[in-house]
């Protein structure tokens, strides 16, 4: 059996042409394929607007940009997720404060959150970043309604759940990203995601004010339209109004985001089908499998399970050719934030969660046959322990 890892691209012979395609155009960089991109994300996701942008790190950085975010104001977001949802913060200039997670969903726990938002009235906290870890979709209906209470915004980080939604009080399918509760959401395409890019990005919202925001930001704070410019010395002639980034996705990348989506609900059905197999494969047995919500409809870009003997485990898959990883090490313990005051302790729950949680492969070209050998090499340690 070759290597299996724990994600992996799929790239089709339609994808290797589509950016052909786009490589004997006219455009390389930003053109009409990043425009054509935009609008069928939106559609997909159900969001009146979307900013393509150069990966998912850079979309939350716009997102904390465009929402004002300074320094001596606070965001709040979970401890298990890449750092980038909390650096996003850091950025600024602002402080990230961490609430512990649900046991069960690995998401936010919104009890925690309320506890810590009544408990610090006097912190001046201004948003939340809302992280769908690995694809199951926060209740983000849940989340606005504490968020208003206590007059905050939220940034929705679905850079694990395209395509996911959960089903509100009215009985109605709610995807990520459609912007109906969060005021931003942030994707990411990078390879092992459900739409590949190699590097990429997407934030959605339904806010015109924020996405044209996001539109200037997103290219140096530049604007060409003569409607806008305080001054015009002619066709040649534009203005830098906001300090802003160079954080453009190219059209290669957009050619090759357009064909992945149009397979995107295939991939999707692809893993739910690998995750259920999982499901009934370690039914009953020591392995704690993820828990999933009636109202919930999971992405599945990681399958996570716990153990208590995760490093034996990790390491004896690792000796029979599958590479699985860990998502994620609890932000507040990595030595930046460590030097900041967080410490070992203060989110009990995401920190036993990371003593023995373990993604395994996860990714729609998985064989049966792979799928298969990795469940019996587990199968069989967790028997001889």
Not at 113 to 125: F, G, P, Y
Not at 326 to 352: N, T
Request: proline share 4%; charged share 20%.
């Amino acid at each position: 059996m070759g290597p299996i890892p724990y994600g992996k691209q799929h790239i089709t012979q339609e994808d290797i042409n589509a950016v052909v395609e786009a490589l004997k155009s006219d455009f390389l960089t930003q053109g009409p394929a990043v425009v054509q991109f935009e609008k069928l994300f939106a559609d997909y996701v159900g969001a009146k607007y979307a900013v393509a942008v150069a990966n998912g790190t850079a979309a939350l950085h716009l997102s904390t940009l465009v929402l004002n975010l300074k320094p001596g104001e606070t965001v709040i977001t979970t401890p298990i997720t890449f750092a980038a949802s909390a650096n996003c913060v850091r950025y600024c200039g602002a402080d990230v404060a961490f609430a512990d997670i649900d046991p069960e969903t690995y998401l936010l726990d919104i009890n925690a959150l309320r506890k810590k938002l009544n408990a610090n009235k006097e912190q001046n906290i201004k948003g939340l970043v809302i992280v769908d870890f690995a694809g199951y979709p926060a209740n983000m209906e849940e989340f606005r309604k504490l968020a208003d209470k206590f007059g905050l915004w939220i940034i929705e980080d679905a850079c694990h759940s395209p395509g996911g939604y959960f089903t509100d009080s009215n009985n109605k399918k709610q995807f990520c990203g459609n912007g109906n509760f969060a005021d931003l959401t942030v994707f990411s395409f990078h390879p092992v995601k459900h739409i590949a890019t190699a590097e990429g990005g997407m934030v959605t919202t339904n806010s015109k004010e924020l996405y044209e925001k996001l539109l200037l930001l997103r290219t140096h704070g530049i604007i060409k339209d003569p409607e806008k410019m305080r001054e015009n010395h002619g066709g040649w002639y534009y203005e830098m109004q906001e300090l802003g980034y160079n954080y453009r996705l190219t059209d290669i990348q957009s050619s090759l985001g357009v064909s992945q989506l149009k397979r995107a609900d295939e991939g999707l059905q692809k893993r739910k089908k690998i995750a259920d197999t999982y499901d009934k494969a370690f039914a009953g047995s020591t392995i704690k499998i993820p828990s999933v919500a009636a109202n919930a409809s999971h992405a599945y870009h990681l399958y996570v399970i716990q153990t208590s003997k995760r490093l034996e485990l990790y390491n004896h898959l690792k000796s029979k050719n599958i590479f699985c990883q860990v998502h994620y090490i609890p932000v507040h313990l990595q030595p930046y934030y460590r030097d900041l005051g967080f410490k070992k302790g203060d989110f009990p729950v995401s920190e036993s969660y990371y003593d023995k949680c373990l993604s395994l492969p996860m990714y729609p070209t998985l064989t049966e046959n792979e799928q298969a050998y990795v469940i019996n090499q587990i199968l069989s340690f967790i028997k001889d322990i």
